[in-house]
């Protein structure tokens, strides 16, 4: 078993690159100080300190991962009452789902096989191996665990650590499959968790992960998604070169839609393995588009700056014109460009979820925009309303015209833009 402590953080900043070490890190853009973006706030909060932390956007030249540099505790960013919830998304739902449908059918899973997934929130990726017949097990440090737990899903309510890989190993045997989707660019001790991965899955297991891809991040300027819960933003090569020190092979990629633009990794158990042509393809694009240059991050900073002076422009002329604005979705990008770009409740009153979001009656971190039920924004009819789930504006402007909002559309980005 590999054991590479270089790959775990400790709390504070991070003055090295996070796959390789390299102490070359160029910046690309500094959103500034900003509370935890999960760490919503009750009314009874705001009378007291709030934290913020540095949030800046580097860039390794020696191996092309980008990264932030100030780690927050885990424990703080990723607390009991965490109030995320992945299957009351329905795109999202789906997308998961079909993450574990995929991996029985590329890798030839059996009914009784054991699947772990690890922040596996309120297990609905589980649920699909659980439908073709498999053993589940989730972990999972939050509440959340409760509701998978009640569904059917049998999650351990903590962090994955070699111990929990050990207890786990003890009492369901070795797994077939370990995924790990939109947590990995989260993980603080990396080396412990991909070491912990590796003595729980059998030889030949599958360790699939998903994360962002910093190439969608650049191309479609999300910089929203940059966050302190997103330690890493992942190319194709820095994952290879992350791998390349524990035994896993990445043998396949897949590009997918998951938050705007994602990376599902199929890493083997053993070294030196075959590899797909997918692999190749994709390493030839990030080469292509010069993923391994500075000049994407240039370009992408001086987009970010504009999208924010844009956005800011159209908001508060539409202020000063007595037109009313609402915010639609809660996601955790949302405090980002929230904060960034120095939208307040003068500005933008509330920000409208679903009557079933874990976010109803809390305040939005940084600039405390309480969040309501959409219904408020239904019967108010403002004049605009700005997605801040853009990246998933589609179905959902959709699904606001079919419950007849009559509002102008904002989206924000990648460019800012009005539908009618």
């Not at 903590?158 to 009492?171: A, H, K, Y």
């Not at 700056?305 to 908001?315: A, I, N, P, V």
Request: charged share 25%.
């Amino acid at each position: 078993m590999s054991d590479n402590s270089r790959h775990d953080l400790d709390h504070g900043p991070i003055r090295k690159c996070q796959a390789c070490g390299f102490d070359g890190l160029e910046l690309v853009i500094d959103l500034g100080h900003q509370p935890p973006c999960d760490s919503l706030l009750t009314p009874a909060q705001l009378d007291e300190a709030e934290n913020t932390y540095p949030l800046r956007f580097l860039r390794c030249p020696n191996c092309s991962l980008a990264q932030i540099d100030y780690a927050v505790a885990p424990e703080v960013l990723f607390y009991a009452d965490y109030p995320y919830r992945s299957g009351i998304t329905s795109t999202l739902a789906h997308n998961l789902r079909s993450t574990g449908f995929k991996a029985i059918e590329k890798f030839l899973l059996n009914p009784g096989d054991l699947a772990v997934d690890i922040g596996s929130n309120d297990g609905t990726l589980l649920s699909a191996f659980k439908e073709k017949g498999m053993r589940v097990l989730g972990v999972e440090p939050t509440n959340i665990a409760n509701i998978a737990n009640e569904n059917g899903i049998p999650t351990i309510q903590r962090f994955f650590t070699q111990e929990v890989s050990r207890q786990v190993r003890e009492e369901h045997g070795l797994a077939s499959v370990v995924t790990a989707a939109n947590m990995f660019a989260h993980v603080e001790k990396l080396g412990s968790l991909i070491s912990g991965v590796e003595s729980l899955l059998a030889d030949g297991g599958i360790f699939i992960t998903e994360s962002h891809y910093l190439l969608d991040l650049l191309e479609t300027v999300q910089y929203d998604s940059i966050y302190h819960e997103h330690l890493k933003y992942y190319s194709l090569k820095s994952l290879i070169r992350v791998f390349s020190e524990y035994n896993f092979t990445i043998t396949d990629v897949d590009r997918i839609e998951n938050y705007g633009g994602s990376i599902r990794v199929y890493a083997v158990k053993g070294r030196n393995l075959p590899i797909s042509e997918t692999v190749t393809r994709l390493l030839a694009e990030e080469e292509r588009k010069g993923l391994y240059t500075s000049a994407p991050f240039k370009v992408f900073a001086e987009r970010v700056r504009k999208s924010k002076f844009d956005l800011q422009q159209l908001l508060f002329n539409a202020k000063a014109n007595g037109k009313t604005v609402v915010g639609v979705g809660c996601p955790g990008r949302s405090s980002t460009l929230v904060n960034y770009c120095g939208i307040d409740v003068d500005v933008m009153p509330i920000i409208a979820e679903q009557s079933s979001s874990l976010k109803l009656g809390l305040r939005l971190p940084g600039k405390h925009i309480p969040i309501v039920d959409e219904k408020l924004m239904f019967e108010e009819q403002p004049d605009y309303a700005l997605i801040l789930s853009w990246h998933y504006w589609r179905p959902i402007v959709k699904n606001l015209r079919a419950k007849g909002l009559k509002s102008k559309i904002i989206i924000p980005l990648p460019d800012v833009r009005v539908m009618e």
